[in-house]
């Protein structure tokens, strides 16, 4: 079945950068589009980036622009987000999705101190 794994999360301060990992098995990965997903406390959960199957297109949610980068290794079936110029609002779980099977990570928490 479907399973996605992430990891990378952690600890930062501001002005900090992370990065994202996720694992995918299940399924042909080099196939499907792939996204990360956030939730911060108290607020619905929001797509950050998302990535064609080939990584020649993306996109990401106006708040993480220029600072946050979506990418992926097909030949290691993985999907990164490079986070840079990490901000306090940048708090949240983040959740690796395959959109064609709606299928989740178990999350990994970002946390951003000052």
């Known amino acids: 079945q479907v399973q996605l794994v992430e990891s990378g999360g952690g600890l930062v301060q501001c002005g900090g950068s992370l990065r994202l990992s996720c694992v995918a098995s299940g399924f042909t990965f080099r196939t499907y589009t792939m996204s990360w997903y956030r939730q911060a406390p108290g607020k619905e959960r929001e797509l950050v980036a998302r990535?064609?199957?080939?990584?020649?297109?993306?996109t990401y949610t106006d708040s993480v622009k220029g600072r946050f980068t979506i990418s992926r290794d097909n030949a290691k079936n993985t999907v990164y987000l490079q986070m840079n110029s990490l901000k306090l609002e940048d708090t949240a779980v983040y959740y690796c999705?395959?959109?064609?099977?709606?299928?989740w990570g178990q999350g990994t928490q970002v946390t951003v101190s000052s």
């Open positions: 990535i064609s199957p080939a990584g020649s297109s993306t």
């Open positions: 999705h395959a959109p064609r099977f709606d299928s």
